[in-house]
């Protein structure tokens, strides 16, 4: 999702500012269930969102493959995803040995700690 937003240009060189309307990219929180139970948030732009389940599922390991999955519901309006796997499948099991080291997920690239610049800004005159 884009979103047009207004926002104050600065430009270094010349110290000159000025008012524009930019589009910023949107994230928005995803609540994951696998069968009933609560798994992640994750932040991520809101679409293709059922795809980013199925796929992030199988990355953890709680998926062998796309055939263990019974029904995958989405509830956009709440927007969070139930994905249900056959019975046959130990969820229990394959939570214990997941690599899921945080329960909200910022779009760091998955990492469970948000970025952080170490660096020092220049100071804005």
Not at 33 to 42: G, K, L, P
Not at 64 to 90: A, M, Q
């Amino acid at each position: 999702m884009v979103r047009q937003v207004s926002i104050v240009k600065l430009d270094l060189s010349t110290g000159k500012s000025q008012t524009v309307y930019d589009y910023i990219a949107e994230e928005k929180p995803f609540y994951l269930f696998v069968n009933r139970t609560f798994w992640a948030t994750i932040l991520c732009s809101p679409s293709e969102l059922q795809e980013l389940a199925v796929g992030h599922f199988l990355s953890e390991g709680i998926l062998k493959s796309t055939d263990e999955i019974e029904e995958v519901t989405l509830k956009e309006r709440e927007g969070s995803c139930y994905v249900k796997l056959k019975p046959e499948i130990n969820v229990e099991d394959r939570v214990k040995i997941s690599r899921l080291h945080a329960r909200v997920i910022p779009s760091a690239c998955g990492s469970g700690s948000p970025y952080q610049y170490a660096g020092k800004t220049p100071k804005v005159k």
